[in-house]
C-alpha cells in the first residue's frame, strides 16, 4: 500500500479521499514548516501532499529515497524544486483550475468596490463623519468592461460581467472570434481596448510579452476617468506609471490584489486615497481551498494507485517501458509546436499534427500534448504538456491528429501545421541516427537545420546579394553564425533562413535584420 505524507493544512475530505482509494496517510499539518523533521521522515513516502509552507528543496528531495509524486494544492510551486524533483524522477503536481471562480469573483467585487469607493466610504462612516456626498460613486451598468486575458478566468469574468449589464471588450491573442461569440464579448486590439474601456481587468500570465502591459504609453491611450483592476499577477502593471496616472486623475481608480513585490508593506500606491489593495486574496475562499485540497489528494492517489498522470508540472503522460522510444519524439513535437508558437501572434484556430512512420506507431498523446504545450506557451506562459490539451479546447482551438504508414524518405517525421485567422503556417521534423531533432520543411520549403537554443529566422525574397548582406550584417552586430541553412520554394520566389546563433539578439538588433533589404519577416527563436 503506497504512503502519503500531509505536511500542510488540508480538509478531512481529503485525507479521507486518501484512504478511500487504498492510500495509507499521515496528516501531520504542522510538520512542513520543520525542515529538519521532514528531512527525516521524508524516506518513509511515496507522496507528498502540501500547500505552501513546505519547502521542497533539492535537500528535502534528496532525502526522498521512496517519494514517487509531489503535488501541490494551488497553482504556485515556487516552494517545490521542480528541477531537482524531475532529476530524481519525481513527478510534480499542482490543481491549476481550483481558484478560478474564487479569483474571478474577486476581481468583480474589487471592481464594485472601486466604483463606489467603498473602503475610502466605510472608514468615513466608522470616523463619524458621515460624508455622504463626498462619495459619488459611478455605475457599472452599461459601462464598457476590458478584458485583457480572456481564458479560463477572464472568461468567468466575462459572463458575470455580462450579467451585470456590462459590455465586454477582450483582447486576448489566442481568443478566435468563434469563441468570442459563445462568451458573448467583442474581440478587439489592445489600443481599441484601452481608448473604449470605462473599467480594466488584467487576466494574463506574466510572461515577456505581457509584462507592463500597463505602461506610461498605454495609460495615455486610456480614456479619462478608466479604472482599473489587477488580480492576476504583480509586473503586468508599471506600478510607478501607475501612480503617476492616478495621482494626475487620468485614471479615476485602482483596485490591486497583486504587486510586484510581495508581500507588499511599503509601497507607494498605498499612500493615495483612490486605490484599493488587498493582499493577494483571489484564491482566498473556503469552497477554493477545498477544491484545491479535494483534487490534489484524487491526483496524487490516481499516480500511485494507477499511474494516471494529471496536471504534472514537469512530465508528460509517458509509461516507464514507453520512456526510451518516446521521449526524443516528444522533445521532436514540443520544439516543433515552439518554432511555429514564437511565430505565430494572431488567434490560433486549428493545429493538426500529422506522424508519419516510426513516431506513427508510438502513444501519440503525449506527442500531442506536447505539440500544442509548445504552440501555446509562448503567448501563455503558465501551461504544461497536461493542462495544455484542456486550455486549447477551452479556447477553441480544434486539434486534429493523422498517423500512417512510412511513405517517403524519411524513418519518421512530425509534421505540424498551425491554423490563425490570417495564415497557415506548416513545420516538420524528425530524429536522426543520433536522436537529435532536425527541421526538414518550414511553409512547404524543405530544407534541413539543427535546433539550436538561440535561432534566428528570416524570410526573405530570394534575390542575389540577401545571404551576404545577412551575414555581413550579423557580423557587424557582433553575432556569431555557428551554423547556416537556407531554402527555397522556386528561384526568385520566397526563401527562409534558419541561423543558428552564439547569443541572443537584442530588439535593436533584430529590428536592423528586418529592414534589410528585401527581408518579409525577422524573428528571434528561443529553445
Known amino acids: 500500500m503506497p504512503k502519503v505524507l500531509v505536511s500542510d493544512k488540508l480538509s478531512p475530505t481529503a485525507v479521507q479521499i486518501f484512504k478511500d482509494n487504498g492510500v495509507e496517510v499521515d496528516y501531520l499539518p504542522d510538520l512542513g514548516k520543520d525542515k529538519d523533521k521532514l528531512f527525516e521522515v521524508i524516506g518513509q513516502y511515496d507522496g507528498l501532499a502540501i500547500r505552501s509552507a513546505t519547502k521542497v528543496t533539492e535537500k528535502i528531495i534528496s532525502a526522498a529515497t521512496n517519494l514517487k509524486v509531489i503535488g501541490r494544492a494551488g497553482i504556485g510551486v515556487d516552494n517545490v524544486d521542480i528541477p531537482a524533483a524531475t532529476k530524481k524522477g519525481i513527478i510534480v503536481m499542482n490543481t491549476p483550475f481550483g481558484n478560478s471562480i474564487t479569483t474571478a469573483e474577486h476581481a468583480i467585487a474589487m471592481m464594485m468596490a472601486l466604483a463606489r469607493q467603498l473602503p475610502e466610504a466605510d472608514a468615513s462612516t466608522r470616523a463619524s463623519k458621515w460624508e455622504k456626498n463626498r462619495f459619488m460613486g459611478v455605475e457599472v451598468t452599461n459601462k464598457t468592461l476590458g478584458l485583457i486575458g480572456a481564458g479560463n478566468i477572464g472568461s468567468i469574468v466575462a459572463d458575470r460581467a455580462i450579467g451585470l449589464k456590462m459590455k465586454v471588450i477582450a483582447f486576448d491573442p489566442f481568443l478566435t472570434p468563434e469563441r468570442a461569440q459563445t462568451l458573448g464579448v467583442e474581440k478587439v486590439e489592445l489600443n481599441e481596448l484601452l481608448a473604449r474601456a470605462d473599467f480594466i481587468t488584467l487576466h494574463t500570465p506574466l510572461i515577456d510579452a505581457t509584462r507592463n502591459i500597463i505602461n506610461a504609453e498605454a495609460l495615455a491611450k486610456t480614456k479619462k476617468g478608466v479604472r482599473i483592476i489587477n488580480c492576476a499577477r504583480g509586473g503586468l502593471i508599471d506600478e510607478a506609471a501607475l501612480y503617476d496616472a492616478l495621482k494626475s486623475g487620468h485614471v479615476a481608480g485602482a483596485a490591486l490584489d497583486v504587486f510586484l513585490e510581495e508581500p507588499a508593506t511599503n509601497n507607494p500606491l498605498f499612500e493615495l486615497p483612490n486605490v484599493i489593495c488587498t493582499p493577494h486574496l483571489g484564491a482566498s475562499t473556503t469552497e477554493a481551498q477545498e477544491n484545491v485540497a479535494l483534487q490534489v489528494a484524487e491526483q496524487i492517489s490516481a499516480y500511485l494507485m494507477t499511474g494516471e498522470i494529471t496536471n504534472a508540472l514537469n ?213
Open 315 to 527: 512530465f508528460p503522460s509517458i509509461s516507464a517501458e514507453e520512456a526510451p522510444l518516446i521521449t526524443p519524439w516528444v522533445k521532436l513535437a514540443e520544439a516543433l509546436g515552439s518554432f511555429a508558437g514564437q511565430l505565430t501572434e494572431t488567434a490560433i484556430t486549428g493545429v493538426k499534427i500529422e506522424f508519419e512512420g516510426t513516431p506513427a506507431g508510438l502513444n501519440i498523446r503525449p506527442m500531442v500534448a506536447a505539440a500544442i504545450n509548445g504552440v501555446l506557451k509562448p503567448s501563455l506562459g503558465d501551461i504544461n504538456m497536461v493542462s495544455a490539451p484542456q486550455i486549447a479546447k477551452d479556447r477553441g482551438i480544434t486539434v486534429e491528429t493523422t498517423t500512417r504508414d512510412q511513405q517517403g524518405a524519411y524513418e519518421g517525421y512530425i509534421r505540424l501545421t498551425v491554423t490563425t485567422e490570417r495564415q497557415t503556417r506548416g513545420i516538420a521534423g524528425t530524429l536522426f541516427a543520433n536522436g537529435k531533432p532536425r527541421i526538414i520543411q518550414v511553409k512547404d520549403i524543405n530544407m534541413e537545420a539543427e535546433l539550436s537554443p538561440s535561432m534566428l529566422y528570416v524570410t526573405n525574397e530570394d534575390k542575389p546579394g540577401h545571404i551576404g548582406r545577412l551575414g555581413t550584417l550579423l557580423g557587424t552586430l557582433g553575432i556569431n553564425i555557428a551554423n547556416f541553412n537556407l531554402g527555397r520554394a522556386e528561384v526568385g520566389g520566397d526563401a527562409i533562413a534558419l541561423v543558428s546563433i552564439d547569443g541572443t539578439l537584442t530588439e535593436p538588433q533584430l529590428a536592423e535584420i528586418a529592414a534589410l533589404e528585401g527581408v518579409k519577416q525577422a524573428k528571434a527563436l528561443r529553445f
